[in-house]
């Protein structure tokens, strides 16, 4: 079975630090990839997404994420972070033979120190 | 333009009762996911339909979790015979309909078995 892991249970950190969320997971073929963030008191909402092409790529908010084929890894980056950026983070996984099922990490909450 | 809509936001209820959740998906949106988030952890995918397809029951822990999906739209997660295990955070979410979509989740239904 698949399953996603997420290096951090908790990171905090002062505003304008760098960000390095880590997501790996276990499946070996073709998958699509994608951060969910969930704001307090908000409903989930994507983040940024990868299917194909470019390994590098740009979300909402300033956030990016890198796809490293070779390491099972897609982790989420983002230079400096603000204040609002305090939320919980979830990496998720869909494998493409395997139809429609999204595994998802069991998350990382940010907390950002004004 | 409206968002995905659970019903109930909350529920508490005794061991051994049955419960219904409710689900209104974006108009349009052809795919349909349930997950469930207990504490502290993850994720958990229960169940997907995607238009008229017979839906993709994998993930659902136990027969006493069942779903339907009526005209295409609404979908009700019905769980039988509650145990206190069951309590969490279930979700819905839509999208336009394949894997590469972006997921819209509605705000969820918090499940307490007493």
């Known amino acids: 079975a698949q399953s996603v892991s997420q290096h951090n249970h908790h990171v905090i950190l002062s505003e304008a630090a760098s960000l390095e969320l880590g997501c790996n997971y276990s499946?070996?073929?073709?998958?699509?990839l994608f951060w969910y963030v969930q704001y307090p008191g908000q409903h989930l909402q994507l983040l940024l997404k990868?299917?194909?092409?470019?390994?590098l790529v740009k979300g909402i908010k300033g956030f990016e994420a890198e796809f490293i084929k070779s390491k099972f890894s897609f982790n989420l980056r983002k230079p400096s972070v603000q204040w609002s950026d305090t939320a919980e983070y979830f990496c998720?996984?869909?494998?493409?033979?395997?139809?429609?099922?999204?595994?998802f990490g069991p998350g990382t909450r940010l907390s950002v120190l004004p | 333009g409206a968002g995905v809509s659970q019903s109930p936001s909350n529920k508490v209820t005794e061991k051994g009762k049955d419960v219904e959740l409710r689900c209104d998906p974006i108009?349009?949106?052809?795919?349909l996911y349930w997950y469930r988030q207990s504490l502290g952890q993850g994720l958990e995918f229960l169940i997907y339909?995607?238009?008229?397809?017979?839906?993709?029951k994998s993930g659902l822990p136990s027969d006493r979790f069942s779903a339907e999906r009526t005209g295409g739209s609404v979908s009700t997660l019905t769980i039988q015979r509650t145990q206190q295990e069951d309590s969490a955070v279930y979700l819905c979410?839509?999208?336009?309909?394949?894997?590469?979509?972006?997921?819209?989740f509605g705000p969820g239904t918090r499940l307490t078995v007493l």
């Open positions: 979410a839509s999208s336009l309909g394949v894997a590469t979509d972006t997921q819209y």
């Open positions: 998720a996984v869909n494998a493409v033979n395997y139809g429609q099922n999204f595994v």
């Open positions: 108009s349009g949106h052809t795919a």
């Open positions: 990868y299917f194909s092409g470019d390994p």
């Open positions: 499946y070996g073929g073709t998958v699509n």
């Open positions: 339909f995607q238009g008229n397809s017979a839906p993709d």
